[in-house]
Every structure is written in structure tokens, then in C-alpha cells.
């Protein structure tokens, strides 16, 4: 039925990440916000998630955004509209809990932002009074800043170097926010692990419920490897079957912080080799 | 006149410390000569207890005497009435508990090898056979196959011939199930398993792969959105347990699924070839004494490890593995660690395993399962120094189709409640093989899956 999934539409965002559209009408089907897929390049590839960004039923397609990190990655930013990838499956994960909430924090960091986007546009669509704070290294790095605009009840960018928008960091503005008598209901951050935790130290002292979502190293997403197993409330938790959102205060960050690390040496000789590999040919 | 030779033609195998550091097949197959002495071993009894021993109720001996004949292909056939994967079971059926177990030649010396022989016609027929399946013709009605590991395989290749409109859903990218992601090539390789579901494709059967029912496709969309007349759950035991103790999350510890599946179907022994890494290190310790245990240490042994252990917390004799892949183990240097269970892993400043607590165990009072139920010796706890642990202690049913499927039963395991047929309690929804017993044996599940097809025949032609 569906032998290979077509790249409709590439776009750069900013010199490292770039958006695709992918033409997987079942997927999109069901998609909601908050899961993701599994894919694969080519019959050498690894299976990677990435987080549903966009989806369209009726034009049966589904957005990732993607920034080129790892092999995979790097390997994706070389394909282009027209192109195919062979493998697309999903969506997978529980959707993000979104409804019935009246006052909303988005926190979005780099390419999380990304992934807070259909979040917020869910929120702002459901009624609810979103801020959105999205945190990027400079100028050149802010994505979706139109996007965010248009769903967001009020947008705040900050820069590390303050290139644009307020120089800073997002658990900053958002401290702001609520030491100006800001009333959250809940906040919801998307990011690295780092900016993760760091929110949700700060909404802790302030007892605001916060979700994250968690991106660990996994190979089928449905529950079969355990590779993407989370610490929450000190129970073991697999992202792919019960998250990827969880509890923030429960998170055992340090645990998650290690575990991101466990292929790091493998992905870099990975990509060093570059397409020079013994025995292969790519997209021959 | 039958060969009274007291003991089975040996197997032909790679040499252990060979094989130890190669992914190629460890046993290389009979020759049609040894087959032919093999299968003078049978002495055609009249009981025929070896068949009793089947779970699908092979024709052992009118296979053997064929075989004892020269006629190979025949042998096949008569094979193929019963059992649709053949080359598949004569490799990875524990032969010992079942079939061979029951033969009279047990009773002064070692049983006639049916396994081998199965497995030598099945290859035979491979290399030299024509796969013109006959089936029925188009009766127009449609059955879902979920899931593509033996169970719905043997479902789906049964429902054929008899004229269904059959389409398997796979959830990962390549068919087989466990055939493809657990067990590994050098015991099954993966070849094969794609030779037999290709045959199946030959047969009219349609394979839709990243499909997850449950997630894409829910069970109750296939009746009222795709018209399917029924639909068979085969999905396995997909979700690995845990030991539940401190450290389980260290960079280095691996379920055996995760460890495997890097190898096996992701070819992360091809790496950098391919691009899925895999971990191993030094010293590794599989927690388990099943196949998936022998399979997770061989594989470590092969990817450069110089110590693995299998770590089990019963005795030698109580090793639940089939007694070939214990005999391999050993041969190709993995080492036995038992009576002897994990207490906490440990690890270092940066979060990596480097050890792992144990506590030594004795053997009290058989428990319900048969087994004498071990129990740690206080003061026993000592350190084996690790950097790699793979946690083989089973797998439960995957919980997706559960949790979006209304009207179908599971039980406090998570497995489907299915009667002798496979019929769930959810109408026109047959289930088999592990997520309806929890993990279990490739021929169980095969069996499953010929008694649902059969009964969704029954009930579909009324």
C-alpha cells in the first residue's frame, strides 16, 4: 500500500535545522500532539523518533523538524522535496493532555520549540491563554517565530547572547512571568534536558504542575527494546509506551542526563566515516 | 535393516572458537547421506509416540521412511501437511522436550534426530524445490493478520490455501517477528525466515509493514473501516521484563530485546555498515537461563567480549534453555554463573555499569511451576565486576492492542484470554501464540496459529 514515504516539502528554519514534510497519510490519520514517529532512511539506517511537528489529515501528511546532529540527521538534511525515506511509522507515544486548562506556559528550548509548537497551537485552538517562551543560542537560530505568533497570546524570544529578543535564558523570563503575578495552570517545557530540568526546578519552588517531554535513545517505540526507559517518582517508565510527556518534578534527571549519553562515542565515529563506508553504497 | 547406531549422526558445525567470533551458522547441516543413515535410525513403530510429542502433529515416521528412501522432496510434503515452517522449526524447536523426547530409541541410547532431518528436508526443498503452493480459489472474504512472527506466519499461510483474502500487519520495518529481531543468525538465519514468508507472498498473502495496530490502525477500524471479516492478534510477548533492582537504568544495562534487536534486525554487527550501534564491553553478565539468554550471551561472546556469564539463579539442570544452545554456550566459552542472583548493579561517577551485586542461592522445595524455588544465603553478597549486563528474564504481552481494543479480555498478565481455538471474547477476533500464553516456544505459537485458522474458517463459512 504504502512502500516508501515522499518528502513534499523541505525547508531550512536556520543553519542546522530544517522542516520536512512527509507523505504518510496514515499516520497523519491519527496523529495528535505530543507523539512521534520512527523512522528510517534507507535499509542501512538506524530507527530514530522525532516528534510529530505538524500533521494535515486531509493532505495525509505529516511535519518533522529536524536538526542535523547525529548520522541519521545529517544524512536526512541531504534528502530533498521529491525524495523518499522507507520507513515512517506511527504516531506513536500518548498524546499530550491538553484540554480543559485555562492559562498556559509553553517553554520551548532550540529545537524543542519545534515540538512546543503544536502544543501551543492545540492550546491557543482549545481556548486556553498560552505564553509561549522560546530560547534559542542567537539570532540565526530562532525558528518559528511567525508560527508561534499566531497562536501564542504572548511571545517572548530569548537569545544566550541577546543577538535578538532578551538576552538570557528562558527559566529567567519565566520567573519573571510569574513573580509579575502571572497564574499558571500548568507549564509545559520542551527542550534539552538541561533547560528541562532547570524549568522544572524553578515551577517546583512554585508549585506549578509541569510537563516535559522526553526524547531518549530508542530503537522500535513500542515498548519493545526498554532502551528509552526514564526514572518517574522512582518507578521505571518507558518514554515510547507511557510518555514521551511525564510528571517534570518526578523525573530523575541525572539518570536521564547519563543515559543520553550511552552511543555518544558510537555517533561520532559514525560521523566521521561520513558515506566512505566499507562495504556500502549509499542510495546506489 | 535400521541403523542401530546407539547414538544420532553427529551435526557438522563450525569449530567453537571459530564460530565464537563469526555471525555465520554454527551448524552447517547433514549431507543427503547422513541423512539417509539418520532416518534408518527410525524404527517405524506402530505407536508412534514421537508424534504425540509434536505440538502440530507432524508425520514423523512417513517422513523419516521417505527420507531413509532418498525421497527428499516427498519428505517435504509430507512435512508441509502439518508444520508450514519447517526449516524455521528443525532449527529452533527444543527437539529434546517434544518430538525426540518421546522416541522408543530413548530407551537405550540417544533419540533418532528428528530436528536435524527436519531441517535437512526443509533445506533440501530450499535449494532444490518448487514453492506452487495450491490454494483455494478467492472465497472473497478478508482476514487481518497482526503481527508476522511464527504464529500469525502460520495463520496467514493456513488461511491462504484455503482462499481467504489474507494481509498481515507488521509493525516494524521488516516481517518475522522474533525469527528477525531475537533469535540470531548464527542460530536461524534470516535468510530463511524471509525465504518462507516470500513463499507466503507467492500465495497471495499481502504484508503491510510500520504498521501498528492499536496506534495506526486500531482492531475495530480493520472490521468497520477496512471490511475485514476477522482478524487474528499474533503480536507476541513484546515487552521485556525488568529486575526491578537499584542501578537498572546505568548506561550498559540492556534488556535482551534491546541488545538483540540492535544485532539481529538493526545488523549492529555490521556497524559501521549499518548505522545502529551496539554496546558491549569487556566482561558481560546475561541475567536468564533461557534461549534468549544463550542467544544474548553467544552474541556478546561474538562481538569481542572476553568474559560473559550467564548469571541464573537455579541450578544447571534447571536451565530452561534447550539443551543444544547450553552445549554451544559452553563450547564457544561463555560461563556459568549459577545458583547466583543480581541484588543491585553498580555504577560509576559518569553513570556507566561497572559491577554488579550477588547474592548466592539453594534450592529449597519444588514450587507450581515444578522447579525447586531457590532462596539467597544470607551473607552470601559479592561483587562480579561488569561493564555490560543483558536482563533475559522474559517478556510480557505488548500492551498496545490491549489498551485500545474494547470487549477484549486480558488477564492480570496482560495476555489475551483466548479459548483452545483462539477465540477472544471480542467477536470475530481470534489470538495466539505469546500474547495469548506469555513468551513461549516458536512451535507453540505456530501451533496457535493453525487452530485460530481453522476455526476462522469454520466460523466463516457458516
Excluded at chain 1, 47 to 56: E, L
Amino acid at each position: 500500500m504504502y512502500m516508501a514515504y515522499k518528502i513534499l516539502e523541505k525547508k531550512e528554519l536556520n543553519p542546522q535545522i530544517f522542516l520536512m514534510k512527509i507523505e504518510a497519510p496514515l499516520v497523519a490519520k491519527k496523529a495528535e500532539p505530543g507523539q512521534f514517529i520512527i523512522l528510517r532512511i534507507d535499509e542501512y539506517g538506524e530507527r530514530v523518533p522525532f516528534t510529530i511537528a505538524d500533521y494535515d489529515r486531509a493532505e495525509g501528511t505529516v511535519t518533522i523538524i529536524v536538526q542535523a546532529v547525529g548520522k541519521t540527521t545529517m544524512d536526512l538534511s541531504k534528502l530533498g522535496t521529491g525524495d523518499e525515506v522507507l520507513d515512517f511509522a506511527g504516531p506513536l507515544g500518548v498524546p499530550t493532555k491538553l484540554d480543559g486548562k485555562k492559562k498556559v506556559a509553553v517553554i520551548g528550548g532550540g529545537l524543542g520549540t519545534a515540538i512546543a509548537y503544536p502544543q501551543a497551537k492545540k492550546l491557543s485552538k482549545l481556548g486556553a491563554d498560552v505564553t509561549v517562551i522560546a530560547g534559542f543560542r542567537s539570532e540565526d537560530f530562532i525558528i518559528l517565530e511567525e508560527e508561534l505568533k499566531a497562536v501564542a497570546n504572548k511571545l517572548i524570544i530569548t537569545t544566550d547572547d541577546g543577538s535578538n529578543g532578551v538576552k538570557g535564558f528562558v527559566t529567567d523570563r519565566l520567573n519573571e512571568e510569574i513573580s509579575a503575578g502571572e497564574k499558571y495552570d500548568e507549564v509545559i517545557a520542551i527542550g534539552p534536558l538541561v533547560m528541562m530540568r532547570a524549568v522544572c526546578t524553578l515551577t517546583k519552588q512554585y508549585d506549578i504542575p509541569t510537563t516535559v517531554s522526553m526524547n531518549p535513545v530508542m530503537i522500535d517505540g513500542t515498548g519493545m527494546c526498554g532502551g528509552c526507559r526514564v526514572i518517574v517518582g522512582g518507578e521505571t517508565k518507558f518514554a515510547c509506551v507511557d510518555g514521551p510527556d511525564f510528571d517534570g518534578h518526578l523525573i530523575d534527571w541525572q539518570a536521564a542526563l547519563n543515559r543520553q549519553n550511552m552511543f555518544k562515542e558510537f555517533e561520532k565515529s559514525a560521523c566521521e566515516d561520513g558515506k566512505c563506508r566499507i562495504g556500502r553504497t549509499h542510495h546506489a | 535393516m535400521p541403523n542401530m547406531s546407539l547414538k544420532k549422526n553427529p551435526m557438522p558445525e563450525q569449530a567453537p572458537e571459530i564460530r565464537n567470533k563469526n555471525f555465520l551458522e554454527v551448524s552447517t547441516g547433514y549431507t543427503p547421506a547422513m541423512a539417509m543413515d539418520e532416518a534408518q535410525r527410525c524404527l517405524r513403530c506402530k505407536i508412534k509416540p514421537c508424534v504425540t510429542g509434536c505440538p502440530v502433529g507432524v508425520k514423523i515416521p512417513e517422513f523419516m521412511a521417505l527420507v531413509a528412501e532418498g525421497k527428499f522432496e516427498e519428505a517435504y510434503q509430507k512435512i508441509t501437511e502439518d508444520n508450514s515452517l519447517p526449516a524455521i522449526c528443525g532449527r529452533v524447536c527444543p527437539q529434546e522436550s517434544q518430538c525426540e523426547s518421546k522416541c522408543v530409541r530413548c530407551a537405550k541410547g540417544e533419540p533418532v534426530a528428528i530436528g536435524r532431518l527436519e531441517r535437512f528436508v526443509a533445506d533440501y526443498h530450499m535449494n532444490h524445490g518448487s514453492d506452487d503452493v495450491k490454494t483455494a480459489p478467492a472465497n472473497g472474504k478478508k482476514v487481518a493478520v497482526v503481527g508476522s512472527g511464527p504464529s500469525g506466519l502460520s495463520a496467514a499461510g493456513d488461511l491462504a490455501k484455503l482462499g481467504y483474502d489474507v494481509t498481515i500487519y507488521e509493525a516494524f520495518h521488516t516481517a518475522g517477528g522474533v525469527l528477525m529481531y531475537g533469535i540470531p543468525e548464527f542460530r536461524l538465519p534470516k535468510d530463511i525466515v524471509q525465504k518462507e514468508i516470500e513463499k507466503l507472498e507467492k500465495m497471495g498473502v499481502k504484508i503491510e509493514k510500520n504498521v501498528i495496530i492499536g496506534k495506526t490502525i486500531l482492531v475495530d477500524e480493520l472490521f468497520e473501516d477496512y471490511g475485514y471479516d476477522a482478524v487474528y492478534i499474533g503480536s507476541g510477548a513484546g515487552l521485556p521484563s525488568f529486575l526491578k533492582i537499584e542501578g537498572e537504568t546505568l548506561n550498559g544495562v540492556y534488556s535482551a530485546n534491546e541488545f538483540l534487536t540492535r544485532i539481529n534486525l538493526m545488523k549492529g554487527y555490521k556497524f559501521p555498515q549499518y548505522d545502529t550501534p551496539v554496546y558491549v564491553g569487556k566482561d558481560v553478565a546475561v541475567f536468564g537461563g533461557g534461549n534468549v539468554a544463550m542467544d544474548a550471551a553467544r552474541s556478546a561472546k561474538r562481538l569481542g567480549a572476553e568474559n560473559v556469564y550467564i548469571v541464573y539463579r537455579r541450578g544447571f539442570n534447571e536451565l530452561p534453555a534447550r539443551a543444544e544452545e547450553i552445549m554451544h554456550a559452553q563450547e564457544e566459552g561463555v560461563q556459568f554463573a549459577l545458583l547466583k542472583n543480581p541484588t543491585k548493579f553498580i555504577g560509576d561517577e559518569k553513570g556507566w555499569l561497572c559491577g554488579v551485586e550477588l547474592v548466592n542461592m539453594e534450592l529449597g522445595e519444588p514450587d507450581e511451576s515444578g522447579r525447586r524455588r531457590p532462596a539467597p544465603v544470607e551473607g552470601s553478597e559479592h561483587i562480579l565486576g561488569i561493564d555490560t549486563a543483558v536482563i533475559a528474564i522474559g517478556q510480557t504481552p505488548n500492551p498496545l492492542i490491549k489498551q485500545t481494543t474494547e470487549g477484549l479480555e486480558t488477564n492480570s498478565r496482560g495476555c489475551i484470554v483466548a479459548d483452545e481455538n483462539g477465540a477472544t471474547t471480542k467477536k470475530m477476533v481470534y489470538a495466539g501464540g505469546d500474547v495469548v500464553t506469555g513468551a513461549a516456544t516458536v512451535i507453540l505459537a505456530m501451533g496457535a496459529g493453525k487452530k485460530a485458522a481453522a476455526a476462522i474458517d469454520e466460523e466463516l463459512k457458516k
